[in-house]
């Protein structure tokens, strides 16, 4: 058990320094400083700080959430995402590399694969880049090209790497393959790639929406590429997994990543929306939110329930949500128009795909 306890602390702090490493990424996209130089220093007096400042959460409480030199509050951003980090590089070891059993628990631990740690560790680097994107997206409603291109591109890469080490075990083992269409069809990078073009091509047309009827992206162009990173991701998951032959599962996922970050955001933003639409009376825009929200829990139950497994009826009941949140969103823009808004739906959008990106990545067998 003192092993075991060992190896999770080892991974906690771990998680803790990058976490650390994280705030500083976080605040100098922000502010469009370098990520290296100059050294850390505090944001207030610009005084630089000394080692002993830089412990992560522990220097925080000794410190009472307070500069040692200026004495000026401490953002509470900097033990949050410290602890965010570490707990979730423990959670993601619990999830991918299954070290424990429920008949042994800490006291015996599992052997462990070269497979589940490559896996594992892609985990890792896609939740850096989770928490900087979402930490930049909140702090100033900005997504960084710096983050959501290498997410993209990390996807991609992961896919390369595997298909390469499994043609060459495959050429080793039973000689070279035949190429032909089936090859590629069933290729991961190619799986990967698509999702990645689709997730992007599926956010572009929803924020497109807003130019047609109000002159202005209903999102920004940051969100859209969450969406190709996530379906980058996401593709090489599950096409680098013996459980997918095919990339329908892929396009599924994708679309509930989507749809579950329109729940989240909804969630966040609903109340304050539904007050705004009773006082100016507006029932059909109403309406078709409400509409929209109901037709997700259904969709989202339906899928729970294998109701869809029939092609035509999967396809009818994606086909038709959509179509009314579109419309729910074509409404909501709309109104933007009637009051004159000047900047769309400018909200913060990519959180909510980052926290359904986590969700899936927990949930969903790879």
Request: glycine share 8%.
């Amino acid at each position: 058990m003192l092993f075991s306890l060992v190896v999770l602390g080892f991974i906690f702090i771990i998680g803790l320094v990058i976490g650390s490493f994280l705030n500083v990424v976080i605040l100098r996209t922000v502010s469009g400083e370098s990520i290296v130089f100059p050294a850390s220093k505090c944001p207030k007096c610009k005084t630089p700080l000394k080692w002993y400042h830089n412990i992560p959460v522990l220097s925080y409480i000794f410190l009472r959430g307070k500069c040692a030199f200026c004495k000026e509050h401490i953002s509470w951003q900097y033990p949050l995402v410290e602890l965010l980090t570490g707990c979730l590089f423990i959670a993601l070891f619990l999830r991918f590399c299954t070290p424990f059993d429920g008949l042994f628990g800490l006291y015996v631990m599992n052997p462990i694969s070269w497979s589940q740690v490559i896996v594992y560790l892609f985990s890792l680097v896609i939740t850096f880049f989770f928490i900087a994107i979402a930490g930049t997206d909140i702090l100033e409603k900005k997504v960084s090209d710096a983050h959501t291109i290498p997410l993209i591109a990390i996807g991609v890469l992961y896919s390369l790497l595997y298909s390469i080490i499994t043609f060459v075990s495959y050429t080793k083992a039973n000689g070279f393959p035949k190429i032909d269409l089936n090859f590629f069809l069933t290729c991961p990078v190619l799986y990967s790639l698509a999702a990645g073009i689709l997730g992007f091509l599926i956010m572009e047309a929803i924020s497109r929406l807003g130019l047609i009827t109000v002159g202005a992206r209903a999102f920004g162009e940051g969100d859209s590429y969450i969406a190709a990173g996530l379906g980058t991701v996401f593709g090489a998951l599950l096409g680098c997994s013996a459980l997918y032959t095919n990339f329908f599962p892929i396009f599924q996922m994708l679309i509930l990543v989507l749809v579950l970050s329109g729940i989240i955001q909804i969630i966040i933003t609903l109340p304050l929306l539904i007050k705004k639409l009773i006082q100016s009376k507006n029932w059909v825009t109403l309406s078709s939110l409400v509409a929209f929200i109901a037709f997700i829990f259904i969709y989202l139950y339906a899928q729970y329930a294998q109701w869809l497994t029939n092609s035509v009826a999967y396809w009818i009941c994606t086909i038709l949500l959509i179509a009314i949140g579109l419309f729910a969103c074509f409404k909501l823009i709309s109104g933007l128009k009637d009051n004159n808004a000047e900047n769309g739906l400018y909200l913060p959008f990519g959180p909510a795909m980052i926290l359904a990106g986590f969700i899936m990545l927990f949930t969903v067998m790879f």
